[in-house]
């Protein structure tokens, strides 16, 4: 009988029985798969196709890889937790939406319009604010993705505007890794739970995916003291509710997504002075993106990349004021609309006909057919009500051209015509070096621009905010990054940078009026080890050093350092996986340089279980572990000031969260 | 005799899920012991790998993250094939993880069909559509939740490498038979 070469010498008479039973312990005793012989190999049945395909972000740069296997081990709830434990980067939330903050870089409430998101290369920054919401707002599901690719300092060469300070792509996971359905329920503290289906499947040169995901939070009950001293907020006025769509069919080499979502959040804060502990405060929003594209291969090397892409951004917001103090209603509504509609076409051409050469072409353009802004109250007074339609045409080239065996030099280069018929032009020049197999450096020299966006321009109720003569914002980065190998599974990056942001776009709290305000300098260092053991168990830590001036002050919510240490351990050899993440931020500034907010630290742990045949999973979190009572910098809230004459400095965050989640798959 | 634990872990999970069928692994997992199952059938010449010289295995591309192939190609470093020691390097730039006995291509291996024709003696696995046709020698791919392969004969033979009968009759296609 032949499975009984893969009882191990020491296993113990049960298990010799239950293998002799049960076919399905058999290999899993044989935990060492290069000991079966190949024919007995080819039998195996394999899960989840994770190939590691072509990289969607081309340039090289400090990269860093998240897999849906740390998405899962690490109980990331949102995006934005997702990338705060990666480093230089750090993340805050106001109770509305949360902001990232990039290499020190994080006014708050700028939107995150200075990272560029992109889903398998389509972009999801809207035309309104240019911005990506990272919390439950994204129209995609963090289970959904096969991996997520960091590449930080400016793209702008290749992806034109609004990549500053980075570039995210989220590569999904295909209808092979379902390969079947699968079923995900999650419940939490603050009566949070979500569902959600999945099913995928690949036959041949047909594939497809498609899942439907529903969340719903009670939210907590807050107080807010330096805002509304002895208001409670009520229940109710923290609920966040989101939906989401997803469906994707690919065809050979043509392959179309659709996706849509949308996030309803009840805000608790007050925040634009509206009435304090009022449930009625809401913003909800939505995102419907379509995308077609083709990955077309030519000739021994061109490869032509081709997309059609078209997308929706909705905004609605209802905002409860008190007019009393004018001898108004003391219950007003006021609301808020927008709707930002585009569509858009790139071609890319990936040619390595010319040897030693990689040439990157491409040409973008995007179409903004609605850019529309209303506010009005709901007595029928309107304070605005604009519309405005833009184009983006874009042309790139890059060549990566190999110097001798261990030398490449890259240039770049991308001229944009944007909004206002602005001109833009982004070079880049990176040198990559390997000194030996395992250590190589790399010397990067970026640029980026922003054009001020829609919101920035053209919001203008009552004359406030909007600017219609705002500048562009535009950045060079210079950037020295060393990467080792040192030894089996352990890994060391490190860079230093220094960066110029001109002109970087901001609402003066004065004037409540959107400017060109003073040069930002950032100088930093990030340095990061990371330490992969066979059977899964990993060490990763890492220190980012950010020291950033304005006009001679150190700018808001810019910590000058910040600490990650993300650590797993295996338990067992039967799919126990226990993961800490700690997270540690230096003191920031708010208000304006006001204020101080005290520098904090706090600890996540999520033990995980997933059989051998991978068919379910459950794990628990604890966010927060040790209930540590810390503040984020608030957003600049001019309304409020102008309302209250409170300049609002901070907000405070959750204590100890929990999370359940069970997946089963079918 | 002692009775691990683990064991008895396995057991009540045997139990609780008898009616699964065979256990499934992870793809990369898998394809990762393939190739150094195919390698135990292939002959080098002995110039290519001297007497007592360990086996090398090179995977070109970024080995990426964990659950994919390059890990798990990595994971093999020190593991004895053939009465030799198996040593494992990864790299983006063919020229300096040669002499390579074995070489991995990784989706993002920079000019695939030039390194495939550079890498004379070496022999090829990939998993991209096309990888024989590209002049690699073993192709690949997962077909019904199964590992199947394709060879191709004629390019082995131009890099001097001896493929047993053995093998060639699990091979889904072999080309240049």
Redesign the interface.
Known sequence: MKIARFIPA???L??VL??L?????????AHD??E????D???????????????GTAAPSAVT??????IRRFGWRTLSELLAAQRGFHAIYDRSYRYLGVRGFAPPGDYNNRILFLVDGMRVNDNIYDSVLAGEEFPLDLDLIE?VEIVRGPGASIYGGNALFGVVNLVMRNG?SF?GAELAADAGSRRTSRLRASAGKRSGDVEWMASASGFDSRGGQYEFPDVAPGVTSPDGADAERQQRFLGRLRLGEWQGTLMHSQRYKHVPSGSYGTIPGDDGHREDDGYTLGELAAKHRFG??NELDFRLFGGQYRYDSTLPYDYSASGGPSRMINRDKQRGEWWGSEARLTS?AW?GQ?WVVGLAYTGNTRQYQRNADDDGTVYLDTDATSHRTGIYAQDEITLG??TTLMLGLRHDVAEDSKRFTSPRLALVH?L??ANTVKLLYGTAYRNANAYERQYVPAGLYGNPDLGAERMQTLEAVWESRLG??TRFAGSLYRYRVRDPISLDPVTQINVNAADVWGNGVELELER?W?G?A?LRGSYSGQFLREDGLRPDNAPAGLVQVNAGLPL???GWYAALELRGLAARKAASNTADIGGHGIANFTLSYR?????WDLSASVYNLFDKRYDDPAPVDTALTAITGIVRERFAQDGRTFRLKAVARF | MRCRLTHLGSVLLALLSAPAAFAQYAEAEVKAAFIFNVAKFAEWPAELLPAGAPLRLCVLGTPGGSGTLGTALLELEGKTLQGRKLEVRSGTTLPLLRPCHLLVLMPDAPEPRRALAEAQGALTFGDSDGFIDAGGIIGIAVAERRVRFDVNLEAARRGGIRLSAQLLRLARQVKGQ
């Not at chain 1, 039973?21 to 005793?29: E, H, L, R, Y």
């Not at chain 1, 079966?36 to 024919?39: A, K, R, T």
């Open positions: 020491n296993a113990c049960p298990a239950a293998a039973a049960f076919p399905s312990i058999v290999a899993a005793a798969l290069t079966l012989p190949l024919e190999l080819l039998k195996v049945e394999v899960v989840s196709a994770s190939k590691y395909p072509q990289s890889v998240v897999s849906r296997e740390d991996r092979a390969d021994e090397h390595t040897a990689k065996a261990a390997q030996d197999p089996e599974g992969r066979q899964g990993m067992g050899s039967d059989p051998r045949s991978s068919a």
